[in-house]
């Protein structure tokens, strides 16, 4: 089965630094989420895109976060300056349309220092 | 409040028992999704429910969307169960449609 990618799997930073996680989608799914996931707690939605184009960014912290796909296919999700309150496990998901099943990546564990 | 509820958070286990975990939501959805996350932290999707029931081997989900609540059930449990269930739902009313999320129910099964 097709799966998503993302890279790192682990990353760790020291605060103040610029960190930057990839996800590739599974071929031909227009939809792509980022998620950020606190110790503990569920996952929360950072930004969703429909190709190129960003749906929702409401909870990304844009002084900070940002995001893009420029071709609609990868996407990159950067951090800068990373804070300690950053470590968390960061997701990529993607579906072939809105509404649909997800697949979700294996996260990119973030450690700030 | 939580939009989306699971119950138990924790759950320990022997292998072979009958295992349920709840989600109760507070939001208008489109869809409902089971999740099951391993240590390692991928998750995998399980079921995406919006009315009934839906069975894939030893897993069974059920939605009442009435009472909107769904239950995720797991008959033979067997160690290898042992993860984080995540209910997850889509809200309905348009706009974007990135999940919301319950914080998970911790499940062990002991041999």
């Not at chain 1, 792509?32 to 996952?43: D, E, F, M, S, V």
């Not at chain 2, 208008?28 to 069975?55: C, E, R, T, Y």
Request: hydrophobic letters at 35%.
């Amino acid at each position: 089965e097709a799966e998503v990618a993302q890279s790192p799997r682990y990353k760790i930073t020291e605060k103040s630094q610029a960190v930057a996680f990839w996800c590739d989608p599974i071929s031909g799914h227009a939809t792509l989420y980022w998620y950020r996931q606190i110790l503990g707690q569920g996952p929360e939605l950072l930004v969703q895109f429909q190709d190129e184009s960003v749906v929702d960014d409401s909870q990304l912290p844009k002084d900070r976060f940002s995001a893009e796909r420029l071709k609609g296919v990868d996407s990159t999700l950067k951090i800068q300056p990373a804070e300690l309150g950053d470590s968390a496990m960061y997701l990529c998901a993607s579906a072939s349309a809105r509404g649909v099943r997800a697949f979700f990546g294996q996260g990119t564990r973030l450690t700030v220092v | 409040k939580n939009e989306v509820e699971q119950s138990p958070q924790n759950l320990t286990a022997q292998e072979g028992e009958f295992i349920t975990i709840n989600c109760s939501y507070s939001v208008g959805i489109s869809a409902l999704h089971w999740l099951q996350q391993h240590p390692g932290g991928g998750i995998v999707s399980l079921f995406m429910l919006s009315s009934g029931k839906k069975k894939h081997g030893r897993l069974i989900a059920t939605i009442n969307i009435q009472e909107k609540h769904s239950s995720l059930h797991i008959t033979a449990s067997h160690p290898r169960d042992s993860a984080v269930y995540i209910c997850a739902v889509s809200r309905s009313g348009g706009g974007a449609d990135g999940l919301t999320f319950g914080k998970g129910t911790h499940l062990i099964i002991q041999p």
